[in-house]
DNA sequence: CCCTCCTGTTAACGATCGTTAACAAGTCCG
DNA sequence: CGGACTTGTTAACGATCGTTAACAGGAGGG
Protein backbone atom coordinates (compact mmCIF):
# COMPACT_ATOMS: atom_id res chain seq x y z
CA UNK A 1 0.00 0.00 0.00
CA UNK A 2 1.14 3.67 -0.95
CA UNK A 3 0.49 6.50 -3.09
CA UNK A 4 1.52 7.59 -6.11
CA UNK A 5 4.52 9.09 -4.42
CA UNK A 6 6.42 9.97 -1.08
CA UNK A 7 9.30 11.56 -1.39
CA UNK A 8 10.90 12.95 2.20
CA UNK A 9 8.69 15.50 2.20
CA UNK A 10 6.58 13.92 4.58
CA UNK A 11 8.67 14.78 7.41
CA UNK A 12 8.05 17.87 6.61
CA UNK A 13 4.44 18.09 5.93
CA UNK A 14 4.45 16.47 9.77
CA UNK A 15 7.05 19.08 10.75
CA UNK A 16 4.45 21.99 9.33
CA UNK A 17 1.16 20.39 10.47
CA UNK A 18 2.59 19.85 13.76
CA UNK A 19 3.64 23.32 14.35
CA UNK A 20 0.15 24.69 13.40
CA UNK A 21 -1.24 22.47 15.72
CA UNK A 22 1.26 22.84 18.36
CA UNK A 23 0.76 26.87 18.05
CA UNK A 24 -3.20 26.08 18.48
CA UNK A 25 -3.43 24.10 21.31
CA UNK A 26 -0.41 23.19 23.02
CA UNK A 27 1.94 20.09 22.93
CA UNK A 28 0.54 18.35 25.16
CA UNK A 29 -2.97 19.36 23.71
CA UNK A 30 -2.17 17.39 20.26
CA UNK A 31 -2.29 13.58 20.03
CA UNK A 32 0.08 11.63 17.60
CA UNK A 33 -3.48 11.03 15.99
CA UNK A 34 -4.16 14.47 16.01
CA UNK A 35 -0.50 14.92 13.99
CA UNK A 36 -1.62 11.38 11.72
CA UNK A 37 -4.98 12.71 10.59
CA UNK A 38 -3.77 16.55 9.90
CA UNK A 39 -1.38 14.79 7.23
CA UNK A 40 -3.86 11.91 5.99
CA UNK A 41 -2.46 8.79 8.24
CA UNK A 42 -2.94 7.06 11.11
CA UNK A 43 -1.22 7.86 14.21
CA UNK A 44 1.32 5.13 14.38
CA UNK A 45 2.46 5.79 10.65
CA UNK A 46 4.50 9.27 12.35
CA UNK A 47 6.89 6.21 13.68
CA UNK A 48 7.99 5.86 10.43
CA UNK A 49 9.82 9.18 10.38
CA UNK A 50 9.95 10.42 13.56
CA UNK A 51 11.14 8.41 16.73
CA UNK A 52 8.09 9.63 18.74
CA UNK A 53 6.32 12.83 19.86
CA UNK A 54 9.12 14.31 22.07
CA UNK A 55 11.66 13.97 18.80
CA UNK A 56 9.36 15.74 16.73
CA UNK A 57 9.37 18.84 19.13
CA UNK A 58 12.98 18.72 19.30
CA UNK A 59 13.43 18.74 16.13
CA UNK A 60 11.35 21.76 15.34
CA UNK A 61 12.70 23.93 17.83
CA UNK A 62 16.12 23.21 16.41
CA UNK A 63 15.68 23.86 13.02
CA UNK A 64 14.08 27.06 14.24
CA UNK A 65 16.55 27.91 16.37
CA UNK A 66 19.20 27.30 14.36
CA UNK A 67 17.60 29.08 11.23
CA UNK A 68 17.11 32.32 13.18
CA UNK A 69 20.53 32.53 14.57
CA UNK A 70 22.93 31.65 11.22
CA UNK A 71 20.64 34.05 9.46
CA UNK A 72 21.48 36.61 12.45
CA UNK A 73 24.74 35.92 12.39
CA UNK A 74 25.00 36.00 8.75
CA UNK A 75 23.35 39.46 8.33
CA UNK A 76 25.30 41.11 11.58
CA UNK A 77 28.35 40.10 9.67
CA UNK A 78 27.51 41.74 6.54
CA UNK A 79 26.75 44.96 7.93
CA UNK A 80 29.22 47.41 7.97
CA UNK A 81 28.23 49.67 11.18
CA UNK A 82 25.63 48.67 14.46
CA UNK A 83 23.29 50.66 12.93
CA UNK A 84 22.91 49.07 9.58
CA UNK A 85 23.53 45.58 11.95
CA UNK A 86 20.35 46.48 13.84
CA UNK A 87 18.36 47.27 10.99
CA UNK A 88 19.34 43.98 9.49
CA UNK A 89 18.69 42.13 12.21
CA UNK A 90 15.34 43.60 12.94
CA UNK A 91 14.38 42.91 9.40
CA UNK A 92 14.89 39.13 9.41
CA UNK A 93 13.01 38.80 12.65
CA UNK A 94 9.95 40.54 11.14
CA UNK A 95 9.85 38.94 8.14
CA UNK A 96 10.46 35.32 10.16
CA UNK A 97 8.10 36.01 12.46
CA UNK A 98 5.36 37.54 9.88
CA UNK A 99 5.77 34.57 7.62
CA UNK A 100 5.95 31.19 10.15
CA UNK A 101 3.91 32.54 12.89
CA UNK A 102 3.03 29.03 14.13
CA UNK A 103 6.67 28.60 14.35
CA UNK A 104 6.94 31.55 16.22
CA UNK A 105 4.34 30.69 18.71
CA UNK A 106 5.82 26.61 19.51
CA UNK A 107 9.39 28.60 19.77
CA UNK A 108 8.42 30.97 22.09
CA UNK A 109 6.29 28.59 24.64
CA UNK A 110 6.92 24.62 24.09
CA UNK A 111 10.91 24.68 25.47
CA UNK A 112 9.74 23.27 28.57
CA UNK A 113 8.39 20.59 27.29
CA UNK A 114 11.68 19.53 26.16
CA UNK A 115 13.30 17.12 28.08
CA UNK A 116 17.01 18.08 29.38
CA UNK A 117 19.46 16.71 27.10
CA UNK A 118 18.28 18.59 23.76
CA UNK A 119 16.92 21.61 25.99
CA UNK A 120 19.99 22.55 26.84
CA UNK A 121 20.85 22.83 23.08
CA UNK A 122 18.18 24.57 22.42
CA UNK A 123 18.80 26.89 25.14
CA UNK A 124 22.17 27.50 23.79
CA UNK A 125 20.81 28.36 20.25
CA UNK A 126 18.31 30.89 21.50
CA UNK A 127 20.62 32.67 23.81
CA UNK A 128 23.16 32.84 21.11
CA UNK A 129 21.09 34.63 18.63
CA UNK A 130 19.53 37.02 21.66
CA UNK A 131 23.74 38.12 22.08
CA UNK A 132 23.78 38.78 18.53
CA UNK A 133 21.11 41.32 19.32
CA UNK A 134 22.98 42.17 22.28
CA UNK A 135 26.45 42.85 21.16
CA UNK A 136 25.12 45.03 18.30
CA UNK A 137 23.32 47.18 20.89
CA UNK A 138 26.06 47.58 22.98
CA UNK A 139 28.08 48.54 20.25
CA UNK A 140 25.71 51.55 19.26
CA UNK A 141 25.63 52.73 22.96
CA UNK A 142 28.81 51.47 24.48
CA UNK A 143 28.51 53.25 27.89
CA UNK A 144 25.04 51.04 28.16
CA UNK A 145 25.06 48.03 30.84
CA UNK A 146 25.02 44.74 29.02
CA UNK A 147 21.99 43.87 31.58
CA UNK A 148 20.18 46.52 29.90
CA UNK A 149 20.24 45.49 26.39
CA UNK A 150 19.80 41.85 27.42
CA UNK A 151 16.17 42.49 29.06
CA UNK A 152 16.01 45.69 26.21
CA UNK A 153 16.78 42.54 23.46
CA UNK A 154 14.08 40.34 25.33
CA UNK A 155 11.43 43.13 25.55
CA UNK A 156 12.21 43.58 21.63
CA UNK A 157 11.43 39.78 21.21
CA UNK A 158 7.90 40.14 23.03
CA UNK A 159 6.89 42.98 20.31
CA UNK A 160 8.26 41.39 17.24
CA UNK A 161 6.87 37.88 18.20
CA UNK A 162 3.39 39.31 19.26
CA UNK A 163 2.40 39.34 15.88
CA UNK A 164 0.70 35.36 15.56
CA UNK A 165 -2.09 37.41 18.13
CA UNK A 166 -2.32 40.16 15.78
CA UNK A 167 -5.67 39.32 14.11
CA UNK A 168 -4.36 39.89 10.92
CA UNK A 169 -6.14 43.54 10.38
CA UNK A 170 -3.01 45.00 8.57
CA UNK A 171 -1.68 43.63 5.53
CA UNK A 172 1.75 42.28 5.82
CA UNK A 173 3.84 44.80 4.07
CA UNK A 174 2.21 47.81 6.37
CA UNK A 175 2.65 45.30 9.76
CA UNK A 176 6.28 44.65 8.90
CA UNK A 177 6.93 48.65 8.51
CA UNK A 178 4.50 49.12 11.46
CA UNK A 179 6.51 46.64 13.77
CA UNK A 180 10.19 48.23 12.54
CA UNK A 181 9.10 51.87 13.55
CA UNK A 182 7.91 50.76 16.71
CA UNK A 183 10.87 48.43 17.37
CA UNK A 184 13.62 51.28 16.00
CA UNK A 185 11.92 53.76 18.78
CA UNK A 186 11.91 51.63 21.75
CA UNK A 187 15.12 50.13 21.28
CA UNK A 188 16.09 54.27 21.33
CA UNK A 189 14.08 55.06 24.20
CA UNK A 190 15.71 52.29 26.06
CA UNK A 191 19.26 53.16 26.26
CA UNK A 192 17.91 57.30 26.28
CA UNK A 193 18.99 59.12 29.52
CA UNK B 1 -10.23 14.89 59.02
CA UNK B 2 -8.87 18.14 58.67
CA UNK B 3 -6.28 20.71 60.05
CA UNK B 4 -6.78 23.96 62.40
CA UNK B 5 -8.91 25.82 60.13
CA UNK B 6 -9.85 25.73 56.29
CA UNK B 7 -10.99 29.11 55.56
CA UNK B 8 -12.02 29.85 51.72
CA UNK B 9 -7.78 30.81 50.75
CA UNK B 10 -8.00 27.21 50.09
CA UNK B 11 -9.78 28.37 46.83
CA UNK B 12 -7.04 31.30 46.35
CA UNK B 13 -4.51 28.59 47.18
CA UNK B 14 -5.30 26.65 44.50
CA UNK B 15 -5.62 29.16 41.63
CA UNK B 16 -2.42 30.42 42.74
CA UNK B 17 -0.64 27.20 42.22
CA UNK B 18 -2.43 26.70 39.17
CA UNK B 19 -1.32 29.54 37.97
CA UNK B 20 2.96 28.96 38.52
CA UNK B 21 2.16 25.13 37.24
CA UNK B 22 -0.30 26.06 33.97
CA UNK B 23 2.99 28.79 33.29
CA UNK B 24 5.47 26.58 33.43
CA UNK B 25 3.80 23.47 31.80
CA UNK B 26 1.00 24.55 30.01
CA UNK B 27 -2.51 23.54 31.06
CA UNK B 28 -2.63 20.05 29.00
CA UNK B 29 0.97 19.35 30.37
CA UNK B 30 -0.59 19.74 34.78
CA UNK B 31 -2.95 16.93 36.18
CA UNK B 32 -5.64 17.39 38.71
CA UNK B 33 -3.15 15.15 41.01
CA UNK B 34 -0.57 17.51 40.29
CA UNK B 35 -2.17 21.04 41.13
CA UNK B 36 -3.62 18.92 44.38
CA UNK B 37 0.31 17.83 45.28
CA UNK B 38 1.03 21.72 44.95
CA UNK B 39 -1.20 22.52 47.86
CA UNK B 40 -0.48 19.48 49.90
CA UNK B 41 -3.90 17.44 49.01
CA UNK B 42 -4.82 14.68 46.53
CA UNK B 43 -6.17 15.50 43.20
CA UNK B 44 -10.33 14.67 44.20
CA UNK B 45 -9.88 17.17 47.36
CA UNK B 46 -9.87 19.85 44.53
CA UNK B 47 -13.94 18.47 43.48
CA UNK B 48 -14.77 20.26 46.66
CA UNK B 49 -13.54 23.56 45.46
CA UNK B 50 -13.59 23.71 41.43
CA UNK B 51 -16.41 22.16 38.98
CA UNK B 52 -13.37 20.50 37.18
CA UNK B 53 -10.10 21.31 35.68
CA UNK B 54 -11.62 23.52 33.20
CA UNK B 55 -13.66 25.53 35.60
CA UNK B 56 -10.36 26.34 37.36
CA UNK B 57 -8.83 27.44 34.18
CA UNK B 58 -12.27 30.15 33.30
CA UNK B 59 -12.09 31.50 36.49
CA UNK B 60 -8.37 31.80 36.36
CA UNK B 61 -8.67 33.56 33.17
CA UNK B 62 -11.91 35.81 33.13
CA UNK B 63 -10.62 36.69 37.15
CA UNK B 64 -7.27 38.60 35.05
CA UNK B 65 -9.06 39.97 32.42
CA UNK B 66 -11.61 41.91 34.86
CA UNK B 67 -8.82 42.96 37.15
CA UNK B 68 -6.94 44.50 33.67
CA UNK B 69 -10.03 45.97 32.64
CA UNK B 70 -11.69 47.40 35.72
CA UNK B 71 -8.19 49.08 36.90
CA UNK B 72 -7.63 50.25 33.35
CA UNK B 73 -11.14 51.73 32.73
CA UNK B 74 -10.97 53.23 36.39
CA UNK B 75 -7.68 54.78 35.20
CA UNK B 76 -8.45 56.33 31.69
CA UNK B 77 -11.79 57.94 33.30
CA UNK B 78 -9.71 59.30 35.98
CA UNK B 79 -7.12 61.07 33.53
CA UNK B 80 -7.50 64.79 31.86
CA UNK B 81 -5.61 64.29 28.78
CA UNK B 82 -4.88 61.34 26.93
CA UNK B 83 -1.29 61.46 27.48
CA UNK B 84 -2.15 61.33 31.30
CA UNK B 85 -4.20 58.41 30.53
CA UNK B 86 -1.67 56.31 28.18
CA UNK B 87 0.98 56.73 31.14
CA UNK B 88 -1.49 55.57 33.55
CA UNK B 89 -2.54 52.58 31.41
CA UNK B 90 1.20 52.22 30.83
CA UNK B 91 2.17 51.82 34.77
CA UNK B 92 -1.27 50.19 35.62
CA UNK B 93 0.02 46.99 32.71
CA UNK B 94 3.40 47.04 33.59
CA UNK B 95 3.16 46.67 37.57
CA UNK B 96 0.68 43.81 36.97
CA UNK B 97 2.81 42.18 34.44
CA UNK B 98 6.17 42.52 36.79
CA UNK B 99 4.13 41.52 39.71
CA UNK B 100 2.03 38.84 38.07
CA UNK B 101 4.43 37.06 35.63
CA UNK B 102 2.95 33.71 36.00
CA UNK B 103 -1.11 34.73 35.19
CA UNK B 104 0.16 37.35 32.24
CA UNK B 105 1.51 34.27 30.85
CA UNK B 106 -1.78 32.00 31.47
CA UNK B 107 -3.70 35.03 30.05
CA UNK B 108 -2.00 34.97 26.63
CA UNK B 109 -1.39 31.73 25.84
CA UNK B 110 -4.33 29.42 27.21
CA UNK B 111 -7.62 30.57 26.14
CA UNK B 112 -7.33 28.42 23.60
CA UNK B 113 -8.34 25.57 26.01
CA UNK B 114 -11.48 27.25 27.32
CA UNK B 115 -14.70 25.95 26.14
CA UNK B 116 -17.22 27.73 23.69
CA UNK B 117 -19.80 29.23 25.77
CA UNK B 118 -16.93 30.84 28.82
CA UNK B 119 -14.70 31.65 25.84
CA UNK B 120 -16.21 34.05 24.14
CA UNK B 121 -17.14 36.15 27.31
CA UNK B 122 -13.37 36.34 28.01
CA UNK B 123 -12.50 37.21 24.65
CA UNK B 124 -15.43 39.90 25.44
CA UNK B 125 -13.02 41.44 28.29
CA UNK B 126 -10.15 40.72 26.56
CA UNK B 127 -11.42 43.02 23.42
CA UNK B 128 -12.74 45.55 25.44
CA UNK B 129 -9.20 46.07 27.35
CA UNK B 130 -7.25 46.60 24.52
CA UNK B 131 -10.10 49.04 22.71
CA UNK B 132 -9.31 51.55 25.95
CA UNK B 133 -6.19 50.89 24.57
CA UNK B 134 -7.06 51.81 20.96
CA UNK B 135 -9.30 54.90 22.91
CA UNK B 136 -6.54 56.60 24.39
CA UNK B 137 -4.38 55.96 21.19
CA UNK B 138 -6.93 57.51 18.56
CA UNK B 139 -7.56 60.35 20.91
CA UNK B 140 -4.01 61.35 20.76
CA UNK B 141 -3.50 60.82 16.97
CA UNK B 142 -6.90 61.39 15.58
CA UNK B 143 -5.86 60.86 12.32
CA UNK B 144 -4.37 57.39 12.47
CA UNK B 145 -6.27 54.75 11.49
CA UNK B 146 -8.19 52.91 13.65
CA UNK B 147 -6.35 49.10 11.90
CA UNK B 148 -3.26 50.85 12.82
CA UNK B 149 -4.07 51.62 16.46
CA UNK B 150 -5.48 48.45 17.26
CA UNK B 151 -2.18 46.86 15.77
CA UNK B 152 -0.13 48.75 18.09
CA UNK B 153 -1.34 48.20 21.13
CA UNK B 154 -1.57 44.40 20.59
CA UNK B 155 2.46 44.74 19.84
CA UNK B 156 2.88 47.01 23.15
CA UNK B 157 1.44 44.21 25.05
CA UNK B 158 3.81 41.86 23.34
CA UNK B 159 6.71 43.82 24.73
CA UNK B 160 4.85 44.78 28.14
CA UNK B 161 4.67 40.20 28.45
CA UNK B 162 7.73 39.59 27.68
CA UNK B 163 8.72 40.37 31.28
CA UNK B 164 8.27 36.56 32.10
CA UNK B 165 10.65 35.58 30.21
CA UNK B 166 13.25 38.14 31.02
CA UNK B 167 14.87 36.17 33.86
CA UNK B 168 15.03 39.37 36.01
CA UNK B 169 18.93 40.08 35.43
CA UNK B 170 17.12 43.78 36.20
CA UNK B 171 15.44 45.01 39.65
CA UNK B 172 11.82 45.32 39.71
CA UNK B 173 12.12 49.53 39.49
CA UNK B 174 14.62 49.79 36.90
CA UNK B 175 12.61 46.68 34.74
CA UNK B 176 9.47 49.16 35.04
CA UNK B 177 11.42 52.09 34.18
CA UNK B 178 13.13 50.37 31.08
CA UNK B 179 9.82 48.93 29.93
CA UNK B 180 8.28 52.16 30.14
CA UNK B 181 10.60 53.78 28.17
CA UNK B 182 10.63 51.42 25.38
CA UNK B 183 6.90 51.36 25.59
CA UNK B 184 6.31 55.05 25.18
CA UNK B 185 8.70 55.40 22.17
CA UNK B 186 7.29 52.56 20.53
CA UNK B 187 3.71 54.09 20.65
CA UNK B 188 5.10 57.54 19.02
CA UNK B 189 7.05 55.43 16.72
CA UNK B 190 4.01 53.80 15.36
CA UNK B 191 2.38 57.04 14.55
CA UNK B 192 5.11 58.92 12.82
CA UNK B 193 5.10 60.11 9.55
C1' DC C 1 -25.25 14.59 72.64
C1' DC C 2 -26.50 14.09 68.06
C1' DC C 3 -27.12 15.66 63.55
C1' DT C 4 -25.47 18.06 59.63
C1' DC C 5 -22.20 20.31 56.89
C1' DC C 6 -17.60 20.83 55.31
C1' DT C 7 -13.49 19.10 53.60
C1' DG C 8 -10.62 15.66 53.06
C1' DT C 9 -9.37 10.52 51.90
C1' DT C 10 -8.93 5.96 48.96
C1' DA C 11 -10.78 3.13 45.27
C1' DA C 12 -12.45 2.69 40.97
C1' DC C 13 -14.55 4.11 36.28
C1' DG C 14 -14.05 4.76 31.28
C1' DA C 15 -11.43 7.40 27.98
C1' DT C 16 -7.41 8.60 25.92
C1' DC C 17 -2.55 8.79 25.67
C1' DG C 18 2.23 7.40 23.45
C1' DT C 19 4.12 3.45 21.80
C1' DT C 20 5.00 -1.29 19.89
C1' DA C 21 3.83 -5.59 17.37
C1' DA C 22 2.25 -7.93 13.50
C1' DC C 23 1.03 -7.66 9.07
C1' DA C 24 0.33 -5.86 4.07
C1' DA C 25 0.99 -3.48 -0.21
C1' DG C 26 3.91 -1.11 -3.25
C1' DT C 27 8.69 -0.13 -5.35
C1' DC C 28 13.00 -1.35 -6.93
C1' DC C 29 16.99 -3.81 -7.88
C1' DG C 30 19.13 -8.67 -8.81
C1' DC D 1 10.30 -13.38 -10.96
C1' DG D 2 11.70 -12.80 -6.31
C1' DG D 3 13.36 -11.06 -2.30
C1' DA D 4 14.49 -6.58 0.48
C1' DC D 5 13.18 -2.06 1.80
C1' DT D 6 9.81 1.49 2.57
C1' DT D 7 5.65 3.15 4.24
C1' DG D 8 1.44 2.36 5.49
C1' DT D 9 -2.43 -0.29 8.25
C1' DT D 10 -5.07 -2.41 12.51
C1' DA D 11 -4.82 -4.32 17.14
C1' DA D 12 -3.20 -4.20 21.47
C1' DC D 13 -0.16 -2.78 25.61
C1' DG D 14 0.37 -0.30 29.97
C1' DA D 15 0.14 4.27 31.88
C1' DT D 16 -2.17 8.23 32.97
C1' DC D 17 -5.95 11.30 32.62
C1' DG D 18 -10.36 13.76 34.60
C1' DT D 19 -14.00 12.49 37.23
C1' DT D 20 -17.23 10.12 40.50
C1' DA D 21 -18.49 7.12 44.43
C1' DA D 22 -18.19 5.79 49.02
C1' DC D 23 -16.59 6.81 53.21
C1' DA D 24 -14.59 9.41 57.44
C1' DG D 25 -13.32 12.86 60.74
C1' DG D 26 -13.84 17.43 62.84
C1' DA D 27 -16.87 21.81 63.72
C1' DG D 28 -20.74 23.97 65.19
C1' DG D 29 -25.57 24.63 66.43
C1' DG D 30 -30.02 22.66 68.21
Known amino acids: MAEVSAPPTRRLEILSAAAELFARRGYHGVSIG ?19 KEALLVEMLVDISERLLTEGRRRVAAADTPDVALD ?23 LGNVPQPERREIRRLQRAYAEEWVRVLLLMHPTAA ?6 AAHAMFGLLNSTPHSTGE ?17 LTGAFRA
Do not use: K, Q, S
Not at 34 to 52: E, I, K, N
Not at 146 to 151: L, P, Y
Open 34 to 52: DLGRAVGLTGPALYRHFRG
Open 88 to 110: ALLRWHIDFALDNPALITVHVRE
Open 146 to 151: EDRARA
Open 170 to 186: LNRDTMAALLHAMATDA
